[in-house]
């Protein structure tokens, strides 16, 4: 099985990429040119160096692959360099589709890395929501992962920012404490901030089964999986 990951460079995806090579899946690693001279997916050999609207280079490289993990988006402090909600969380995401649907390879599994309160609307939860739709249309077999927090403390994830993601410290107490509550034992795994390990070996358990697909997977399914 070969993976397409689009966001390697990444919080999530400096994790993930090795993460799926460790089981033995190929990775397709894609890197923004302006982003592949200063991080080291630049040099991976696997790495698909080009923009994501690049078609003559993103479809021969989709063509090789059985699925794709698609885990762009931005914030609002990287706009400066050029990055928008549309540009970033959701055009990515239509290029993808459109790559993963143009052959007769019509069933990869296109898992969407979204975000918890992704809603019809404006703003970066309008247009994660935006994003879903995009893949739920697309007729290839979909995930959507909707996590809350991340915590990358603990993990090798080394994103092209060198921002490491920390959840506010009462975040994460508060809510496992919840979680001793069993009627609120699934709110609780929604809610709590997530390390990028735990989000990495689920979508891993994903792509290996296969499943759960036309699914929306919150912390109450993304935990137990990454077991
Ligand atoms: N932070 C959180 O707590 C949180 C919670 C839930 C969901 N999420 C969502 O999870 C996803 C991954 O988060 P993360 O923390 O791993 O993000 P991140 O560290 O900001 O990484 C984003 C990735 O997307 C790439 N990218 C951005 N714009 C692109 C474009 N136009 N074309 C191609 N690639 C592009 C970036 O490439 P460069 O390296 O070239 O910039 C980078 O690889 C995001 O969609 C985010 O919205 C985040």
Redo the contacts with the bound molecule.
């Keep these: 099985m070969r993976i397409f990951v689009?966001?390697?460079?990444?919080?999530?995806?400096?994790v993930l990429v090795p993460e799926l090579r460790k089981s033995g899946i190929e990775v397709t690693p894609?890197?923004?040119p302006?982003?592949a001279a200063k991080?080291p997916m630049g040099k991976d050999p696997e790495a698909l160096i080009c923009?994501?609207g690049d078609i003559g280079k993103l479809h021969p490289a989709m063509a090789r692959c059985d699925g794709v993990a698609c885990?762009?988006?931005?914030?609002r402090s990287?706009f400066r360099?050029g990055?928008t909600y549309e540009?970033?969380?959701y055009?990515?995401v239509v290029e993808l589709v459109e790559a993963a649907t143009r052959d007769a390879k019509n069933a990869r599994h296109f898992v969407l890395?979204?975000?918890?309160g992704a809603r019809p609307g404006g703003g970066?939860l309008g247009w994660?929501f935006k994003a879903e739709e995009a893949v739920r249309g697309s007729g290839l077999p979909w995930t959507v992962v909707?996590?809350?927090?991340?915590d990358t403390r603990g993990t090798r994830?080394a994103?092209?920012?060198g921002?490491g993601?920390v959840?506010p410290p009462v975040v994460g107490g508060a809510l496992r404490a919840l979680g001793a509550i069993p009627a609120l034992r699934g709110m609780s795994y929604d809610l709590r901030?997530i390390p990028?390990d735990v989000l990495a070996r689920a979508i891993r358990r994903v792509f290996q089964e296969g499943q759960p697909t036309s699914a929306t997977l919150t912390g109450r399914v993304l935990w137990p999986l990454a077991r």
């Design positions: 689009a966001g390697a460079t990444g919080a999530v995806g400096t894609h890197v923004r302006a982003t991080h923009d994501l885990l762009v988006g931005t914030m990287r360099n990055d540009s970033s969380d055009l990515p890395l979204s975000a918890m970066y994660k909707r996590p809350s927090f991340f994830s994103p092209s920012h921002e993601r959840p901030p990028v």
